[in-house]
């Protein structure tokens, strides 16, 4: 299994940004589905989840109501990033999982991707 994120960049606060993420999977399975954070010398930190028939989403708090999480065709993944603040400044990770236990625990996630840099400005 592959997972490929794009759509980072610099934005200035209060901008917005869309990151995406692309699982690809010979087996045919529909994955779970979520985003983490992390800044340089701190653990990765969740930022958001859905499940695998985008019927269940879930957010950290540092983020609901300013992120949207959605997916579409079979494992394609988005996160639409309104609002931003300079401490959202981070590398953006998607990860992937066939089952379902905590969603908030990045060792739940079997697959990652390779990261998209998001940096908002002040």
């Known amino acids: 299994v592959q997972l490929q994120a794009f759509g980072g960049g610099l934005v200035q606060a209060g901008g917005s940004l869309k990151l995406s993420c692309a699982a690809s999977?010979?087996?045919?399975?529909?994955?779970?589905m979520a985003w983490f954070r992390q800044t340089p010398g701190k653990e990765r930190e969740f930022v958001a989840f859905?499940?695998?028939?985008?019927?269940?989403t879930v957010y950290a708090d540092s983020v609901k109501g300013r992120f949207t999480i959605s997916r579409e065709f079979k494992n394609t993944m988005y996160l639409q990033m309104d609002s931003l603040r300079p401490e959202d400044t981070a590398t953006y990770f998607c990860?992937?999982?066939?089952?379902?236990?905590?969603?908030?625990?990045?060792?739940?996630?079997?697959?990652w991707g390779q990261g998209t840099q998001v940096t908002v400005s002040s």
């Open positions: 990860a992937a999982t066939r089952g379902f236990s905590a969603v908030a625990i990045a060792s739940t996630y079997d697959y």
């Open positions: 999977d010979r087996t045919g399975s529909t994955f779970y």
């Open positions: 859905i499940s695998n028939n985008g019927g269940t």
